[in-house]
């Protein structure tokens, strides 16, 4: 008897996501079980109810998304999710709440076609988001030197105590960025630099950014007009400008559709998989 | 690659509609997404989520459906479903909640089959309901002199002014009916009647529709007994009683539910459709 | 035309069971229509969805599963379903919330294969819950001697009279087991014992149940540590312990499972069946 693919979607927004609806079919998903409004009580029952209908074996046809635009509350389902497992029932499972997971590792991976990232000076902008904490998080891995800016220079902290707990050799310097003199001061060593602010924000002025002489690399993650780097374009992908080599929102929005759709499909490969910002990065590398 | 074809399903109802969507699977989409409880405020987001996750030249396998028992509030949905599209992103949508648009193009095709409804005299019976405002809109399109009669001579102005809106050379006289006499003269000189009017109610008595002598045709949308035009069964199907031809609700029935599958598959020849219900009577024509 | 299988889930807990939709995705089911939170008035326009959408020949494609923890409330929707019904328009439904209907035609259907039952002494413990009361409904009908057995007499005595309005000729003695003592004594002349009780209640010791001598088949539907009946194991599946045949709750899980696919298979062979635990019973005689 061959499977079908089930995917469990656990979304805490009452109504469930389309997006990731759309792209689970898309990645070949054959039945999806779409719930809304899901709470970390509910976790339990849905999940058993995806472990203990089909035989370890098989166990690799059904997995689990966690979505949704509230990624704290993601993150305690995925907390949720793992401890239901009973080795060797369990099942797959993707954490990608508010699309976070997918952009963060995008980014980051688009930086790296460019500059390698050991040692090299990133600065992320609006670092403190949960886009932002996990690229602070995968450059730090990579080793990178991360200035972690924020216009609360509280919450910079709180994300560089955060990430050295899972990543002890990070270095991290958090930075208060509350005007245009103060972003400028966190680039003026950077290499690359990642906004990861609100959309129709702008951080740093066109001008300002071509003045920025060692950077190599401009990401912006803002798709709403103003763009969050002055002069940078939601299409931009690997752009040249000013010497600046640039991408906007929608230029690195296609490699985390793709990321998107490679980690769905290899949540199908194995039934023991949780893929978090760290799993998804490391697939990114490999495609 | 080929692509499944998406149906986003916003019904205004908290269990949304079986009825529409096994429509929608006999009719050949081969993902439902249904959401029940929609308002316009969730609009926008579940919208998006149908509108980027696929490229351009491939939207048309992606589409909405609004459905659901209340039909000014669908309405509303549509116009928010509208306001989404940012060209050349966008997806074909089809309105039909609580049927009202499948059912009303039914029946005026009904009648066309038998009469030219250009000049001709037609009276919509309880026309101020979801079904009734829309039948007489098709029939003002047409080209029919129409008599607007409700119990409430108020809500039949309405109506009438509502449809010169759209339609600013329609010809149409409101009426009152409040008794049998006085549904008997807004029949005086109709070659068609249309009674849109509620479930197990009759508005006109057997013997009293058997003396409208210039009636051609004579349907009835109600399917619950009594019937609204006395003496036609919701089976008649072009059946004739007395000289004129009938139509039960059932009758039209057949007809609407061709219409109704039609018209989704319709929604994945292109993506750039609004069927409301004058698109949907014009594709019924080409049936 | 081919008609895709639809099966309409009506589900009485808020998150509609992951379980049974995977169960009816492999028991061959196309396109799952799962609703949550469903209460007793909204079966109606539920299920006249299903029924009005495909001609009667074509009706058996379609069919309704009632689930969800709640019992009662699931009674209540099957109620519901059936007095939708309008000859030959009907579509075949199953209940089996809490899986207590499956549950308790596979314990009974283990105990069948060692011992005829008709005539036999069999003892139920915790037999006033949900699965309890389905286990001494269908051994009265196969004409065992059952001890209906349940700490509150005045529960016990109900369902001795529950049943004796579905099985007049049944033969029950309600009993009151509160100790230790009071279960063994329940068990002095059972030639089977089925235990029934909450996840990880001990209703009877190892050193007890070994000491009832006439005892020939030992099943016990719990599967939490510490077992209902001391010594079985979740695991056995008519494994011999000290001279009796022993069931735990997987080791009746598999039957429960195949009689769960095969109902949900049998539901689209006509359009005019009720499973219920005698009707999933019998079914479970014949695979």
Chains 1, 2, 3 share one sequence.
């Not at 089909?54 to 998304?65: E, S």
């Not at 071509?210 to 993650?221: E, F, G, N, S, W």
Request: with cysteine; charged share 25%; aromatic share 4%.
């Amino acid at each position: 008897m061959s499977f079908a693919k089930v995917l469990l979607c656990l979304d805490t927004d009452t109504q469930p996501s389309v997006f990731d609806a759309v792209v689970a079919v898309d990645a070949g998903v054959d039945q999806l079980l779409r719930h809304g409004g899901v709470e970390p009580d509910d976790v339990r029952n849905l999940v058993y109810g995806a472990m203990f209908t089909r035989g370890p074996a098989d166990l690799n046809n059904t997995a689990v998304f966690i979505g949704g635009t509230d990624v704290a509350t993601g993150e305690e389902l995925l907390a949720g999710v793992r401890k239901c497992f009973v080795e060797p029932m369990r099942v797959s499972v993707m954490l990608d709440s508010n699309g976070a997971n997918t952009t963060a590792a995008a980014a980051v991976l688009s930086a790296k076609k460019h500059v390698p990232l050991s040692g090299t000076n990133v600065t992320v902008l609006a670092a403190t988001g949960s886009v932002g904490r996990r690229v602070v998080r995968l450059l730090a891995r990579e080793g990178a030197m991360v200035c972690v800016a924020s216009r609360q220079v509280e919450r910079a902290l709180q994300v560089c105590d955060e990430v050295r707990k899972v990543v002890p050799n990070a270095k991290l310097v958090p930075w208060m960025t509350d005007d245009e003199e103060s972003v400028g001061e966190a680039l003026v060593v950077a290499t690359v630099v990642i906004a990861a602010g609100a959309p129709a924000v702008e951080l740093l002025p066109d001008k300002r950014r071509r003045q920025c002489d060692p950077l190599k690399v401009a990401i912006d993650l803002n798709a709403m007009p103003p763009s969050g780097l002055g002069g940078i374009q939601p299409q931009d992908k690997a752009v040249e400008r000013d010497g600046q080599i640039c991408y906007g929102a929608i230029g690195v929005g296609g490699t985390k559709m793709k990321l998107h759709k490679a980690a769905l499909r290899r949540l199908f490969e194995a039934n023991d998989l949780v893929l978090d910002a760290e799993e998804i990065y490391e697939l990114g590398k490999t495609i």
